[in-house]
């Protein structure tokens, strides 16, 4: 099955979904276990972009449920927003990597219509790109992300009518690793872009 940006306003977000769960487009189809299309409402004010789905994503179909998840749902919780009312979540592909090496890019390009009409149908306020997947499959760059984060972006794309006001923000799982709060560290670094977001968003 191969989409096309312009059909996106032709088909709900559902029946992407019906046609990402049958999906066979790359590689990466060969291994899963489910497919994790995203979770959330749509449209939703919020819509957060991880990397890909890890071992409990894979087992479950669902984004962010590991520990990952649990950290990014603190996060969003301390800036009031509630998953799935508040945000959409969904990752650069919806199908596992094998031992969770990064998404290739025949992968990425073989899952990015999915991805855009998500966009698409969410229509959301803020768009959080978590990961240097994310950041360079919507933001076509590779700028470091310690370089790049919290900085408000405004992104035209052929596939709405607004650009997208976007934000790159470590992923969780690289918060993870770094268990300080102290100010400078990435942790303390993701409050302040999430204290950013909050002030946006009211
Ligand atoms: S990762 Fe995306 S393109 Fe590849 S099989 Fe899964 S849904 Fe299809």
Redesign the pocket.
Request: glycine content about 0%; hydrophobic content about 40%.
């Given at each position: 099955l191969k989409l096309g940006y312009c059909y996106f306003p032709e088909k709900t977000l559902d029946e992407y979904k019906n046609n990402?769960l049958a999906?066979?487009?790359?590689k990466?189809?060969n291994r899963r276990t489910n497919?994790v299309f995203g979770d959330g409402d749509a449209p939703c004010k919020v819509m957060l972009i991880g990397e890909a789905p890890g071992k409990d994503e894979d087992l479950s179909g669902k984004p962010f449920v590991g520990r990952s998840g649990q950290l990014l749902t603190m996060m969003l919780e301390s800036i009031e927003l509630k998953r799935p009312k508040d945000i959409y979540i969904t990752n650069t592909?919806?199908?596992r990597p094998p031992q969770n090496r990064d998404p290739e890019k025949e992968?990425i390009i073989?899952?990015n219509d999915?991805l855009q009409a998500q966009i698409f149908h969410v229509k959301p306020k803020v768009l959080l790109l978590s990961g240097s997947p994310a950041m360079q499959t919507v933001l076509k760059i590779k700028t470091p992300i310690s370089k790049i984060r919290g900085t408000w972006i405004d992104k035209e794309v052929d596939y709405m009518k607004m650009p997208l006001k976007i934000m790159v923000i470590f992923h969780p799982a690289y918060l993870l690793r770094y268990p300080s709060k102290e100010k400078g560290s990435p942790k303390w670094l993701t409050w302040q872009d999430l204290q950013k977001v909050k002030k946006y968003l009211l």
């Open positions: 990402a999906c066979t487009n790359c990466l189809a497919v592909v919806k199908c992968e073989a899952c999915y």
